[in-house]
């Protein structure tokens, strides 16, 4: 059973910020999940030939490497290890935390090092002018230091960091004026943050039948873990409907490692409300 969740909910259109709880029967209700592979119980592979990066079927991982002071950071990123990771194989005081559904969840992590990274998916079937809604728990795995086994948070709330996006097909990572971004989510706009398991959702409108999602994340510093947990991801047509001029698809990026050297993101419209920590 699914546990209830919390969502923050960034409207991009009309730049309107509202803050939602659904339960999971409420985010069920919305339809279909359009997403292949939507809880990663379907399998996966290793991409690009890369053992360290694991990858669930239907999904494509992207990374940054060697990429100078993101973020205003302290260091280069590095390349992150992927993992689709089995709960047979969890200690019993994580296998009740990072599971939201099935056995598998995904695990994008790096010790030491920056990370920035995003998982993408291509999504056909779509109707040009509908709006869709993107929903992605993710667990803020971000250690900044161990007191007898317990995980300390980042004091910085701007560490880490999280946003979701929707493109053309062909959209390069990153390419900022063809992905249409949330903004970014940190604990300045989320509470709690590190350490938990918000939701997060994005709504966009479909501007050709198929389409890029994209599930990004980020931590600016060389901490003991920069990690992050996604399982049990979504994507639901909703009934509001309007007419737009379907977009050609952009140029095809060539492969999954992000060279240094892009230009950063644009901050967020404003900031989200805060959300209520859950029970658990």
């Known amino acids: 059973m699914k546990k209830g969740i919390q969502v923050a909910l960034?409207?991009?259109?009309?730049?309107t910020l509202v803050t939602l709880v659904l339960s999971p029967d409420q985010v069920g209700a919305q339809g279909q999940n359009l997403l292949t592979n939507p809880g990663f119980e379907e399998g996966h592979y290793n991409q690009d030939g890369i053992a360290e990066i694991t990858v669930p079927?239907?999904?494509?991982?992207h990374w940054s490497n060697r990429e100078s002071k993101i973020f205003d950071g302290y260091a280069e990123t590095a390349r992150p290890e992927t993992v689709v990771w089995n709960i047979a194989g969890a200690?019993?005081?994580?296998?009740?935390?990072?599971?939201?559904?099935?056995?598998?969840?995904?695990?994008?992590?790096?010790?030491?090092?920056?990370?920035?990274?995003?998982?993408?998916?291509?999504?056909?079937?779509?109707?040009?002018?509908?709006?869709?809604?993107?929903?992605?728990?993710?667990?803020?795995?971000?250690?900044a230091d161990y007191d007898s086994g317990k995980k300390i948070p980042p004091s910085d709330n701007r560490h880490g960091r999280v946003r979701l996006g929707a493109s053309p097909v062909g959209a390069g990572w990153r390419d900022e004026a063809s992905i249409g971004y949330s903004g970014w989510w940190t604990a300045d706009?989320?509470?709690?943050?590190?350490?938990?398991?918000?939701?997060?959702?994005h709504e966009f409108t479909a501007t050709a039948p198929e389409m890029t999602v994209w599930i990004e994340m980020a931590s600016n510093y060389p901490h003991p873990n920069n990690g992050f947990f996604i399982d049990t991801v979504g994507l639901y047509a909703l009934d509001e409907q309007g007419t737009v001029a379907q977009q050609p698809a952009a140029v095809a990026e060539s492969g999954?490692?992000?060279?240094?050297?892009?230009?950063?993101?644009?901050?967020?419209?404003?900031?989200?409300?805060?959300?209520?920590?859950?029970?658990?």
């Open 189 to 201: 706009t989320v509470n709690p943050f590190y350490q938990a398991y918000p939701t997060f959702v």
């Open 57 to 61: 079927n239907g999904w494509r991982m």
């Open 10 to 15: 960034l409207l991009v259109t009309g730049l």
């Open 256 to 280: 999954g490692d992000q060279p240094a050297g892009n230009t950063q993101p644009t901050a967020p419209a404003a900031a989200v409300p805060t959300a209520t920590p859950r029970a658990d």
């Open 91 to 143: 200690p019993d005081h994580e296998a009740g935390v990072f599971w939201k559904d099935g056995i598998y969840t995904v695990k994008i992590f790096k010790g030491w090092a920056p990370l920035w990274a995003a998982m993408s998916q291509d999504v056909g079937g779509l109707e040009v002018g509908r709006r869709y809604r993107l929903v992605a728990p993710i667990f803020i795995d971000i250690v």
